[in-house]
Structure formats: C-alpha cells, structure tokens
C-alpha cells in the first residue's frame, strides 16, 4: 500500500510539475515566515479549515484618521513575545467554538512564506495558545499553492527573496 502512495504521488509531482501553475507538495505541518519581520513559526495546514488563523496577544481594536485597526502581539508560540504590530482591520468573523458558543475576531492581511511561496493571507487573530502550532493556514491560504500530504510534516523551511525595498 506504501508503495503504491509513493508511486501515486510521483506520478502527481510529475503531472503538476507539467503544468504552468506548479503547487508545491507539503506536509500537514510546515515552517512558515510570517509578516514583513518574517517570523518562522510552525504552521498547521488544514484544508478542513476555511481561514486562517494566528497567533495573537493584546488585541486591540482602534481607530486612525477614520479608518479601523488592529494592534496586536504576534508570538511564535514559544511564550515568547514577539513584535507589536498594526494593521488596517479587514473585516471581523463569527467563529463557532466548540462549545456552541461565538467568538468574534479580528481579521488582518498579512505575508506569509511557505517554501518558496509567497502570498499575502488573511488571519483571524485569537490566542493560540493552547495549541500546538501557533499558525494555522486554511483552504484560503492554501488554494493554488499546496497540495498537502497529511502522511508527512516539515518537508521544508521558508526560503522566500525579501521584498524589494
């Protein structure tokens, strides 16, 4: 049966390495780069998911020149914190917890790099915490870039050019 997975997925890199729109194959969990500081931090890729989420402390909604933002701290899930940022907000979601109970959250864009792709994401911004990966990138995020294999993880690091200045 193994062989016949290795086989499969040979013959698949083949059939999209063929095509002009090359989507990388990667594990259901990646290092990725996150934002313009390009923080690596570890990254659950879940196609059961639609959004995508990140890993965020001391949310704060505010207003500037009349438009609305989001300050927030990214952590990389290691209990250390990591930069404050601000972003334009997005929009706000309604998440269904799995409790019965809804969760409104910030959403923000932000880059993220995973392998040598890169594409801006939109992230609803919660306490991670208590999960094991602070990142997780959803069908969004995913959809023309990933094809993910859920038999293997960390199949590469973020190898993405910095951002021309």
Not at 5 to 31: H, M, P, Q, R, Y
């Amino acid at each position: 049966m193994r062989l016949i997975t290795i086989l499969t997925g040979l013959v698949l890199a083949c059939t999209v390495a063929a095509d002009s729109n090359v989507k990388g194959i990667f594990g259901w969990v990646e290092k990725v780069a996150v934002g313009p500081e390009r923080i690596v931090m570890s990254a659950k890729l879940d196609t059961g998911a639609t959004t995508s989420s990140l890993h965020a402390t001391s949310i704060h909604r505010f207003r500037r020149g009349g438009r609305r933002y989001v300050r927030f701290t990214l952590s990389d899930g290691n209990g250390v914190p990591g930069p404050e940022l601000e972003q334009p907000l997005v929009r706000v979601v309604r998440i269904k917890q799995h409790s019965g109970d809804y969760e409104r959250r910030p959403v923000i864009k932000l880059p993220v790099c995973l392998g040598d792709r890169e594409r801006v994401v939109e992230f609803s911004l919660v306490d991670r915490s208590n999960f094991d990966q602070p990142v997780l990138l959803g069908r969004s995020a995913l959809r023309g870039l990933a094809l993910v294999d859920p038999e293997i993880e960390t199949t590469t690091l973020p190898a993405c050019r910095p951002a021309a200045s």
